[in-house]
């Protein structure tokens, strides 16, 4: 999460498997469950963010 967060741009998931050294499927599935318990995290076509609130 703190990798997700700290990007500014989408993060894809072969560059969040070769940090944490884990397969790409490794990483849908662990996304997948981060959204399961209520993480708001967007996947678009070039990676992963994660949705922050707009301030006014």
């Known amino acids: 999460m703190t990798l997700l967060s700290k990007s500014g741009v989408p993060v894809t998931g072969r560059e969040l498997a070769g940090h944490f050294g884990v397969s790409r499927q490794v990483i849908v599935q662990d996304i997948a ?24």
């Not at 469950?33 to 006014?56: C, M, Q, W």
């Open 33 to 56: 469950l981060l959204r399961a318990s209520g993480k708001e995290i967007l996947s678009t076509t070039t990676g992963y963010l994660i949705l922050r609130p707009v301030s006014t």
